[in-house]
């Protein structure tokens, strides 16, 4: 071959353009690139809230307790000398329970009593020698610091009997104590003093136990929880397993109004007339409490309910059909709903099952 054709060859390859040499992309390349460059889409599944219309009762433990109820101590040392009631008695306030043989004491108040004596005399022969120096001043048989002198005697006089007698009355006071009396109407439900028993003021174990039980308190521990959904306007229902499932209305009748740190309760009182009733205090049941009927309450699926940034939270799908979170209040709770007290309306759309790949912002499709 010449050198002119080689050289028309050469200049023939460089000729061709260069599209000529690029291989078109198949069909499937083409929409993989398009498919990468597509936020993607998570289909999920909705429910809407459900109006809160069956407003069941709050159903707690309950313990029974006297209206009143006091431990009697005796407040003098001594022996039992008399008993006078014992267990199940009814008593009267001011009735004599038992009384007290203090010989310790009662010979003291008679120590006592004979000192006031002594210096009862001391202060008249005392007054009766002031007199006298008085008397004898204005004359100048005697000088004036001795009638100040004889007048002091006659205040110490005066002053050592007023101790004295201050002294018979504590005694007095204290040997009273040795009749041990009921503080109030009530039913001994505990004795402790036998006939003969040694008795000090520092003992730890009570004389007797005195209840009045005509009324009784009906006590339960609230959770804060539920404390702001009970409706202390109306009567709770009190159940008593033991007594043929006895169920009685009761009145509410004071709260702490303080929540207990330890167990994140407050105490609420009710009251129960027992006077015709008859039941004995100490007895346990179940107090079924009324719920404050709220507008904004709804139910939704307990699946739907998740714990995010550790509070109690559900994921909506919004108008945009975009992931939105929101953090409600929880009620109560069973094995396929949850109360929600707040933080929902019946039109939302609560995504169920939600995943880790829903997060905020997130497109999503609804399944119907």
């Not at 039980?213 to 202390?232: A, E, H, N, W």
């Not at 719920?291 to 108008?319: R, Y």
Request: aromatic share 4%; no cysteine; charged share 25%.
């Amino acid at each position: 071959m010449s050198n002119v054709t080689k050289t028309i060859l050469v200049a023939a390859v460089i000729a061709v353009p260069a599209w000529f040499f690029i291989q078109p992309q198949s069909e499937a390349n083409m929409k993989q690139a398009t498919t990468s460059n597509t936020p993607e889409v998570l289909s999920v599944r909705v429910a809407q809230p459900r109006p809160l219309s069956d407003y069941q009762p709050l159903v707690f433990n309950a313990r029974i307790e006297a209206i009143e109820q006091s431990d009697i101590f005796a407040r003098a040392d001594g022996y039992v000398e008399s008993r006078y009631v014992d267990i199940g008695d009814a008593v009267k306030q001011g009735d004599l329970l038992a009384r007290l043989s203090s010989p310790e004491l009662e010979q003291e108040i008679l120590q006592a009593k004979a000192e006031i004596n002594r210096q009862k005399a001391m202060l008249d022969l005392t007054e009766k020698v002031a007199k006298r120096y008085t008397n004898l001043r204005d004359s100048g048989a005697v000088n004036a610091t001795e009638v100040d002198e004889r007048e002091a005697e006659l205040a110490v006089a005066k002053a050592t009997l007023a101790t004295y007698q201050a002294r018979l009355e504590q005694l007095e006071n204290e040997f009273a104590y040795t009749e041990i009396v009921a503080p109030f109407d009530g039913i001994i439900t505990r004795r402790q003093a036998e006939r003969g028993n040694r008795i000090t003021r520092s003992d730890v174990t009570p004389l007797f136990r005195i209840s009045r039980s005509d009324k009784l308190r009906v006590i339960v521990d609230i959770p804060q929880t539920q404390l702001f959904s009970i409706d202390q306007q109306k009567p709770a229902r009190l159940t008593l397993p033991d007594i043929a499932n006895k169920q009685i209305e009761v009145p509410i009748s004071r709260t702490s109004g303080e929540v207990n740190r330890e167990t994140g309760t407050m105490r609420v009182e009710y009251l129960l007339d027992n006077a015709e009733l008859g039941l004995p205090a100490g007895l346990s049941g179940e107090l079924a409490i009324q719920v404050q009927k709220k507008a904004e309450a709804v139910h939704i699926p307990v699946n739907a309910l998740k714990t995010i940034q550790g509070k109690p939270s559900v994921m909506l799908v919004n108008d945009e059909s975009q992931v939105e979170i929101k953090t409600v209040r929880v009620g109560r709770l069973d094995n396929s709903e949850v109360e929600i007290l707040s933080g929902l309306i019946i039109d939302d759309r609560v995504i169920l099952n939600p995943n880790a790949r829903l997060t905020e912002g997130k497109n999503v499709s609804v399944l119907e």
